[in-house]
């Protein structure tokens, strides 16, 4: 190759895809294409696509647009969950050459053998059943944490849930290479790593390409806090009937593990709960939060719910509603229910009107806000440790608290990926703490 081709990256939706986007990257780069900011000009644009976001369509044509603008030659493919869902749909949008499945998107340079324009998106993708074998992902360099993908691939029957058709069965990497791996970017500078996947908590299955069991998360989480040079280590999203007593009680105690969980509840209702076909009832969740609370008073516990499933009167939305103000959690994630196709909730029954959805999202949101200010306000006057991100934002630099509290203060380079001892002091009005730095051998609270 005479001259280095240049090869820009888009992604959408959760860690796990800013995970792979990382891995595909650095398959580019071990080919000789240079990496570039999605703004630059390149040879050829790759978008990871995701399935879970409304309108994930008109997305998708926004970002090659974009894409199209810096240069209108450019080689554009797509990758991920919504390439997996929905290839031809992908591959019609103007602009697109190639379009990648589940499988194919890790061998993505194999399928470029030169960068000229199609008339149509070329598409190469597996059926989902193909989909049964683990590839490793972390991302280095684009955040000042890292996301470790540990597990990918989902078995549960969620009924509103495409995940499973775009990602197929839940397999695990094995415990050898996710320490590898957390090994590998520990020298790199990177103070704290996320661990990630579709369904963290079922870790160990399909470890050896079989359903057995080889490993637990327990067993995950007790390894990796023996990994040295890593200074945290954060657990993304973890269903609460995989989330056991004994994993609670190594994080209460654990060298690296921060006080911050992130627990799908999805409603507050058991009628909706066995509806969508959720693994637990209400009562299993508070038992979950309890248990935290207990062993760790000072955790940050963070909730996803949806509002308007097929079914969701005004009672049961009030049932979850009041089920959330009465749970002593940190802030919500909520999401408007939205029908995907080849689910069973999109053929059910007592469809909720899009304005009801929406103003039970408004509801939520506004107790999102009133969660996280209490929460913010019971940190105040404690010691925590911080560390700062990487963008200056109107004249500040942020960052988070080993329980997630998020801190601002004025812009200084020199604080950029560092971890300080502070005391956290007063809540600003756009809702962000401010601190005073305190001596190193003041131990956090």
């Given at each position: 190759?005479?001259?280095r081709?240049?090869?820009?990256f888009?992604t ?5 895809n800013?995970s792979?986007t ?6 580019f780069q071990?080919e ?7 703004e630059?000009?390149a040879?050829?644009y790759?978008?990871n696509?995701?399935?879970?976001t409304e309108?994930?369509d008109?997305q998708?044509?926004?970002?090659v647009k ?8 450019a080689f ?11 290839p031809?749909e992908?591959?019609?949008v ?9 499988t194919?998107?890790?061998?993505i ?5 030169d960068?000229s ?5 070329e598409?190469?993708s597996c059926?989902?059943?193909?989909a ?5 992902s ?7 944490r ?10 549960y029957?969620c009924?509103?849930?495409t995940?499973?058709?775009a ?5 695990s990497?094995t415990?050898e290479n996710?320490?590898?791996?957390a090994r590998?970017?520990?020298v790199q500078n990177?103070?704290e790593?996320?661990l990630?996947g ?5 870790y160990g299955k ?14 995950l989480?007790?390894?990796?806090d023996?990994?040295e ?8 999203s ?5 989330l056991?007593n004994e ?6 105690k654990s ?6 969980f992130?627990i799908p509840?999805?409603s507050g ?5 066995k509806?969508?076909k959720r ?19 000072h955790a940050c516990?963070?909730?996803?719910v949806?509002?308007g499933f097929?079914?969701?009167t005004?009672d049961?939305f009030?049932?979850?509603?009041h089920f959330l103000?009465?749970l002593?959690i ?8 939205s ?6 909730a999109a053929e059910m ?6 304005k009801?959805?929406?103003k039970r999202?408004k509801m939520?949101?506004?107790l ?6 209490a ?8 010691y925590r440790t911080v560390?700062?991100?990487g963008e200056?934002?109107e ?9 997630y ?12 990926n560092t971890l300080h ?17 305190v ?5 956090a609270?």
């Amino acid at each position: 190759m005479s001259e280095r081709k240049k090869v820009a990256f888009y992604t959408l939706g959760c860690k796990l895809n800013f995970s792979e986007t990382s891995t595909i990257a650095r398959n580019f780069q071990d080919e000789g294409f240079e990496r570039v900011a999605f703004e630059e000009v390149a040879d050829i644009y790759v978008i990871n696509t995701c399935s879970v976001t409304e309108n994930a369509d008109k997305q998708f044509k926004r970002i090659v647009k974009q894409a199209q603008k810096v240069n209108e030659n450019a080689f554009v493919a797509a990758v991920g969950c919504y390439a997996q869902l929905k290839p031809e749909e992908l591959a019609a949008v103007d602009g697109v050459d190639l379009v990648l499945g589940a499988t194919e998107k890790f061998k993505i340079t194999d399928y470029i053998n030169d960068l000229s324009k199609n008339d149509f998106g070329e598409v190469h993708s597996c059926e989902i059943q193909e989909a049964d074998f683990y590839v490793g992902s972390y991302s280095i360099g684009d955040r000042t944490r890292a996301f470790l993908k540990v597990q990918d691939g989902c078995d549960y029957k969620c009924t509103y849930c495409t995940i499973p058709l775009a990602r197929g069965i839940s397999r695990s990497d094995t415990m050898e290479n996710v320490l590898k791996n957390a090994r590998e970017i520990s020298v790199q500078n990177i103070k704290e790593i996320v661990l990630t996947g579709v369904n963290i908590g079922d870790y160990g299955k399909g470890e050896f390409g079989n359903k057995k069991h080889e490993h637990t998360f327990l067993d995950l989480v007790t390894e990796l806090d023996k990994v040295e040079g890593i200074e945290r280590l954060r657990i993304s999203s973890i269903e609460p009937n995989l989330l056991k007593n004994e994993t609670i009680d190594v994080v209460s105690k654990s060298r690296a593990f921060v006080p911050h969980f992130h627990i799908p509840l999805q409603s507050g209702s058991n009628d909706i709960l066995k509806k969508m076909k959720r693994r637990y009832l209400r009562e299993l969740y508070v038992d979950r939060v309890s248990k935290i609370k207990e062993v760790m008073p000072h955790a940050c516990i963070g909730v996803d719910v949806i509002v308007g499933f097929p079914g969701e009167t005004d009672d049961h939305f009030l049932e979850t509603y009041h089920f959330l103000n009465d749970l002593d959690i940190s802030y919500l994630h909520v999401f408007t229910y939205s029908e995907r196709d080849n689910t069973e909730a999109a053929e059910m029954f007592g469809v909720v009107d899009k304005k009801v959805r929406a103003k039970r999202s408004k509801m939520l949101r506004g107790l999102s806000v009133k969660k996280r200010r209490a929460f913010y306000e019971s940190q105040l006057n404690t010691y925590r440790t911080v560390l700062f991100e990487g963008e200056n934002k109107e004249g500040y630099i942020h960052g988070f608290t080993e329980n997630y509290v998020k801190v601002k203060t004025p812009w200084n380079p020199e604080l950029v990926n560092t971890l300080h001892k502070v005391k956290l002091t007063k809540i600003d009005d756009d809702g962000v703490v401010r601190f005073e730095f305190v001596n190193e051998n003041v131990l956090a609270s």
